[in-house]
């Protein structure tokens, strides 16, 4: 511990590089596996959101954020994010901000919406 603290001594450029650059590191790599976890999560969430709409029927019926949310104990803005996002759930617009599946005709005329604002670009 004495060789460390003498070489820092001897060279202050180095420790202050050290002792401003340790921090700087240690957050980028605690941001790194944060954003990780946090995506997996995600992840996790939108797929346990997507089968809970399967076995619950709800390419028939709607199910709310609400219901949603307490089913699976996941938060109601996580809930809207993830199915906004979602390329099988549509928004039911039924009832308050309502899910549902989507049907095969609604996913046909999405790809081919896609395409023509892709001819456009």
């Given amino acids: ?17 050290t002792i401003v650059m340790f921090p700087i590191a240690c957050a980028l790599i605690y941001g790194g596996i944060k954003s990780l976890w946090l995506r997996k999560k995600s992840k996790q969430n939108s797929i346990a959101i997507y089968e809970f709409l399967v076995k619950s029927g709800a390419d028939q019926t709607a199910k ?27 928004d039911a617009g039924k009832r308050q901000r309502s899910w549902k599946l989507k049907t095969e005709e609604e996913e046909k005329e999405e790809a081919k919406e896609n395409e023509k604002n892709k001819q456009k670009k």
């Fill in 64 to 90: 709310t954020t609400d219901e949603i949310a307490k089913a699976l104990n996941i938060s109601k803005n996580d809930v809207i994010a993830l199915c906004s996002e979602h390329a099988k759930i549509a």
């Fill in 1 to 17: 511990m004495d060789r460390i603290i003498t070489y820092f001594k001897k060279n202050p450029t180095i420790g202050f590089i």
